[in-house]
């Protein structure tokens, strides 16, 4: 019967929220019709504040520095000018969801008509009083563009009064007309310029002239057409005398400029003085050593056995140092339950005082946590001890022992997370054992997304959900995580061919740059040459920069979307800007967040709590201790 009462509950909430949904859209449709009335309607409420001059899709010039070479330069926006500005939204449904990508005040600034480019663009531009490009606009319809101008005019944006050509942005100057062709072709008809033969001219053309705004055409004032006219007989000995400097203009470069000036060329040809550089490089070290890359040595050394069981044995004897460290967790709880169970007894027999049954309680709770402490510690230390010493004694090889140090570490991590969190939950169940503390299901703090609704302490001690918690990429342990909704496989298949390209640059840049030039620094470093120890260690950056930089993407963000992937591992913000840091402590917070998010989780609490927050221990210094631990297999 309940389930019956609460199928039809659940059918009448899905057909109310469709109903709420058709009413959104045909509210959405009745909006889009309303601001899209090119000036002919305007919203509701302020008119002045909603008023729409124009609105409609035009392509907005995209200058970036080497976006030309791979990407169009011209993208299509949603526009509008209303009210003294101008905005554009990425399309007509953005209007309606997100803020604009773009807006300026039209105020005080000017538009220059450039005429048509590509033989496809109608191009013109929005700039300040000093001549800076605002935005760079154009449409493929000649009519349409002189509509916008208008709509530009009557939104506070003036016509440009001056008349120096600039040289267009994408640099295509034989598509670019002479200034008296410019002016026929905004205020003329469209076929009117095709019927004049364009072609490239020289800046001269363009001096002194002038653009009509529409005010001045409705008063009857002369095009420069008319007065091009006037002047045929004069020859053409008058151009000598036509100014050339018309207003006052700062340097490209200059203080007040080169903040807000387009400097993208600049950004470009460092790119190409860079890939010139590196090609140099390149060159240099083939000549010099040829080809010392052969990625199946690599392969061959994965696949190959060792020959060294004790270093074999250590992988299932981590897997036995977790599944102990599950045991203890299990076996605290285990006395919890029982203390809580006594306490409970006591207090219904009401033998004894409230502070009595206190006293006693604390008394066992306080033995049960010293037994669960020794324990951990001893089962811990072991997981890092053992296979440290194992490849100490029996002198293992690189590349299985970098492995299993690896391994090593997360998996100390992982375990110092899972025992401090069941830690603080038997701490709380000892103040109320029925109420919802955070992390756990209901409690209000709970992930979302999560697959489950009943994960409390201790149901979470099991082994399914412990090796889930082993094999996600995370460092820090709770009762439920956010998961994705589905498995994309072609999506995993994608990342994993990355990632095997990923391990073999990091493999090309040791074999090839990185081996030799340390080879060859032995000799200096026994001599004591410093300076040539310096030419080695400068030359040595370069590429340990680009290995780092490959063993940064392949780990963080291939190998851990790889786990996450298979897992459905929901968070996957495993780094942030780190390359846009201004100080080291800010860098160590940003580049690996699964280190961060432990250290500020257990480590940081109990430091502020002990001798090392009195000494203003912080999180940086924190964080630089755990990626020092985590980046130590990586020296080696």
Same mark, same amino acid.
């Given at each position: 019967m309940l389930l019956k009462q609460a199928y039809h509950k659940l059918r009448d909430d899905?057909?109310?929220?469709?109903?709420?949904?058709?009413?959104?859209?045909?509210?959405?449709?009745?909006?889009?019709?309303?601001?899209?009335?090119?000036?002919?309607?305007?919203?509701?409420?302020?008119?002045?504040?909603?008023?729409?001059?124009?609105?409609?899709?035009?392509?907005?010039?995209?200058?970036?520095?080497?976006?030309?070479?791979?990407a169009n330069t011209w993208e299509p926006r949603y526009v509008i000018v209303r009210s003294g500005s101008l905005m554009y939204y990425k399309n007509e449904?953005?209007?309606?969801?997100?803020?604009?990508?773009?807006?300026?005040?039209?105020?005080?600034?000017?538009?220059?008509?450039?005429?048509?480019?590509?033989?496809?663009?109608?191009?013109?531009?929005?700039?300040?009083?000093?001549?800076?490009?605002?935005?760079?606009?154009?449409?493929e319809s000649h009519s349409e563009m002189t509509a916008w101008l208008d709509a530009l005019e009557d939104s506070g944006c003036s016509r440009k009064q001056y008349g120096e050509k600039q040289a267009s942005a994408d640099g295509e100057a034989d598509d670019v007309v002479s200034g008296s062709l410019r002016r026929s072709a905004v205020h003329g008809s469209e076929g009117d310029f095709q019927r004049i033969q364009s072609g490239y001219t020289s800046d001269q053309s363009d001096m002194g002239t002038t653009v009509t705004s529409r005010a001045q055409r409705s008063k009857g004032g002369q095009t420069s057409k008319q007065k091009d006219t006037k002047m045929k007989g004069l020859g053409t000995g008058y151009d000598g005398c036509v100014p050339v400097h018309m207003h006052p203009k700062f340097s490209l470069l200059s203080s007040e400029r080169i903040r807000v000036s387009d400097q993208s060329g600049m950004v470009t040809l460092m790119f190409i003085i860079l890939a010139a550089a590196n090609f140099r490089l390149i060159l240099e070290n083939m000549i010099k050593y040829g080809i010392r890359f052969n990625p199946f040595t690599f392969i061959r050394a994965i696949v190959t056995p060792s020959g060294n069981i004790s270093l074999l044995l250590c992988w299932p004897a981590l897997g036995m140092f977790a599944g102990i460290g599950l045991v203890?967790?299990?076996?605290?709880?285990?006395?919890? *339950?029982?203390?809580?169970?006594?306490?409970? +007894?006591? #207090?219904?027999?009401? @033998?004894?005082?409230? $502070?009595?049954?206190?006293?006693?309680?604390?008394?066992?709770?306080?033995?049960?946590?010293?037994?669960?402490?020794?324990?951990?510690l001893i089962n811990t230390s072991l997981v890092l001890l053992v296979p440290f010493h194992i490849i100490t004694v029996t002198m293992a090889e690189p590349l299985p022992s970098f492995g299993l140090t690896m391994m090593t570490t997360v998996l100390w991590f992982k375990l110092v997370s899972f025992i401090h969190v069941n830690w603080s939950l038997?701490?709380?169940?000892?103040?109320?054992?029925?109420? *919802?503390?955070?992390?756990?299901?209901?409690? +209000?703090? #709970?992930?979302?997304? @999560?697959?489950?609704? $009943?994960?409390?302490?201790?149901?979470n001690l099991s082994l399914t959900q412990f090796s889930y918690f082993l094999v996600a990429p995370t460092l820090c342990y709770q009762l439920s995580?956010?998961?994705?909704?589905?498995?994309?496989?072609?999506?995993?298949?994608?990342?994993?061919?990355?990632?095997?390209?990923g391990l073999g640059m990091m493999l090309f840049f040791f074999e090839q740059y990185i081996e030799p030039t340390i080879d060859n620094s032995m000799k200096p470093l026994q001599e004591m040459d410093?300076?040539?120890?310096?030419?080695?260690?400068?030359?040595?950056?370069?590429?340990?920069?680009?290995?780092?930089?490959?063993m940064f993407y392949s780990l963080f963000e291939l190998w851990l979307n790889v786990l996450a992937e298979i897992t459905r591992f929901g968070d996957r913000e495993f780094y942030k800007e780190w390359?846009?840091?201004?100080?080291?402590?800010?860098?160590?917070?940003?580049?690996?967040?699964?280190?961060?998010?432990?250290m500020l989780r257990h480590v940081c609490p109990v430091a502020h709590a002990s001798w090392l927050g009195l000494l203003g221990a912080d999180v940086a210094g924190a964080s630089d201790v755990g990626h020092r631990a985590i980046e130590a297999p990586l020296s080696e």
């Open positions: 899905g057909q109310a929220d469709q109903q709420v949904i058709q009413d959104l859209e045909e509210e959405n449709q009745r909006l889009r019709k309303m601001i899209a009335a090119h000036g002919e309607g305007s919203m509701p409420g302020n008119s002045a504040m909603w008023s729409v001059a124009k609105s409609g899709y035009l392509n907005k010039y995209r200058p970036r520095a080497t976006s030309s070479l791979w449904r953005d209007v309606y969801r997100y803020p604009p990508r773009g807006q300026l005040s039209l105020r005080g600034t000017f538009v220059d008509v450039e005429g048509l480019k590509r033989r496809k663009y109608w191009t013109f531009r929005v700039m300040d009083g000093l001549g800076v490009d605002l935005v760079r606009l154009s449409t203890i967790e299990q076996l605290a709880a285990a006395m919890l *339950r029982r203390d809580l169970m006594k306490r409970m +007894g006591e #207090e219904k027999k009401e @033998v004894m005082s409230s $502070d009595e049954i206190s006293k006693r309680f604390n008394k066992r709770r306080k033995f049960a946590e010293g037994v669960t402490f020794l324990l951990n038997r701490q709380l169940k000892c103040i109320d054992p029925r109420r *919802r503390w955070p992390g756990e299901s209901l409690s +209000g703090s #709970e992930p979302l997304a @999560v697959e489950t609704d $009943d994960m409390v302490y201790p149901a995580y956010p998961r994705s909704p589905r498995f994309r496989v072609r999506w995993l298949m994608r990342r994993i061919v990355m990632l095997s390209a410093w300076l040539v120890v310096i030419e080695r260690v400068l030359k040595l950056s370069i590429p340990t920069l680009y290995f780092w930089l490959a390359w846009n840091a201004t100080t080291l402590g800010e860098y160590w917070r940003l580049w690996n967040m699964p280190v961060h998010k432990w």
